[in-house]
């Protein structure tokens, strides 16, 4: 691991602050502990009603074993669970969810079909 990669709490902390800026976003730091769910990802937020997880990593590391199971309940529970490595990815996951819903928005309101 080289020493001039960001450490996962700068990551952690950009991705919040961009997260702020995001019109119907929601979002929080999950705090693990004596209380919390063991592998619950670093971030949860709420986006325009679509609930996101968000395991964030230094670049080449990986998700645990636990946090990978977590990550895979939430996806089928029907939220949408990612491992991100900064900022840029979560705005192309921001991007991608918001123009799916307009795109969505855009067909039922011209009494089409999703």
């Known amino acids: 691991m080289s020493l001039n990669q ?35 990802p670093d971030i949860v937020c709420c986006l325009n009603g679509h609930f996101l997880a968000l395991e964030v990593k230094r670049p080449g590391n990986k998700p645990t074993k636990q946090q990978a199971a977590v990550l895979g309940k939430i996806n089928r529970a029907g939220g949408r669970a990612f491992v991100v490595y900064g900022v840029n990815e979560v705005r192309e996951i921001v991007k991608e969810i918001l123009t799916v819903e307009k795109k969505n928005t855009d067909a039922i309101m011209k009494g089409g079909d999703i």
């Open 6 to 40: 960001p450490l996962e709490s700068n990551i952690t902390r950009g991705i919040l602050k961009y997260l702020k800026t995001v019109d119907n976003c929601f979002a929080w730091k999950a705090h693990g502990g004596y209380y919390g769910v063991a592998g619950i």
